[in-house]
T-cell receptor, first 114, second 113 residues
Framework: DTEVTQTPKHLVMGMTNKKSLKCEQH?????MYWYKQKAKKPPELMFV???????INESVPSRFSPECPNSSLLNLHLHALQPEDSALYLC?????????????FGEGSRLTVL | AQSVTQPDIHITVSEGASLELRCNYS??????LFWYVQSPGQGLQLLLK??????LVQGIKGFEAEFKRSQSSFNLRKPSVHWSDAAEYFC???????????FGSGTRLQVQP
């Protein structure tokens, strides 16, 4: 299994809603990532988990809250978002944190904030 | 700090023509280099990667790239483009023990029939 699975594929939420994005991989990878991608832009790193511990937070606003319940799962909890947070959110994994080797990406979750 | 430059924002080629997408990087040591492709609304798929060894790297879908240390470049090539190659292409750089990959701004490839 060489897939990273993200759910939901599409999410529409209001600014007062609380929602979550989910990511799962079964490749035994020990590093997992959240990236944010705006239209016609490259992915921007948000968070990195290495061995289930948060190792990088790229100064992301607290309305985004990551969680890594175990080595296969990564969540991104969303609360009180702004319309400018609308974007494609990509999850990725790699064999181990800090090796900056190959990243395996999911298909992404398209988020629209009204 | 490491950085990646993709000078071409948008390239249009005819189907069957050859393709070269440019990528220049800035990093003091030997970097890890990657090319990813992204179709609209999709995730990123790895085309090929360079860590060390042979500077000409073969990838999936008939793509290849050549690492040229003297020019700090890692250009992507394909001898004959297919309509299905139309997508966004990202060059990325990483390094051992450092944080996650740094992506270039991307090159959008359009293929004319």
């Amino acid at each position: 299994d060489t897939e990273v699975t993200q759910t939901p594929k599409h999410l529409v939420m209001g600014m007062t809603n609380k929602k979550s994005l989910k990511c799962e991989q079964h490749m035994g990878h020990r590093a997992m990532y959240w990236y944010k991608q705006k239209a016609k832009k490259p992915p921007e790193l948000m968070f990195v988990y290495s061995y289930e511990k948060l190792s990088i937070n790229e100064s992301v606003p607290s309305r985004f809250s990551p969680e890594c319940p175990n080595s296969s799962l990564l969540n991104l909890h969303l609360h009180a978002l702004q319309p400018e947070d609308s974007a494609l959110y990509l999850c990725a994994s790699s064999q181990s944190g800090g090796d900056t080797g190959e990243l395996f990406f999911g298909e992404g979750s398209r988020l629209t904030v009204l | 700090a490491q950085s990646v430059t993709q000078p071409d924002i948008h390239i249009t080629v005819s189907e069957g023509a050859s393709l070269e997408l440019r990528c220049n990087y800035s990093y003091g040591a030997t970097p890890y280099l990657f090319w990813y492709v992204q179709s609209p609304g999709q995730g990123l798929q790895l085309l090929l990667k360079y860590f060390s060894g042979d500077t000409l790297v073969q990838g999936i879908k008939g793509f290849e790239a050549e690492f040229k240390r003297s020019q700090s470049s890692f250009n992507l090539r394909k001898p004959s483009v297919h309509w299905s190659d139309a997508a966004e292409y990202f060059c990325a750089v990483g390094a051992a023990g450092r944080r996650a990959l740094t992506f270039g701004s991307g090159t959008r490839l359009q293929v004319q029939p």
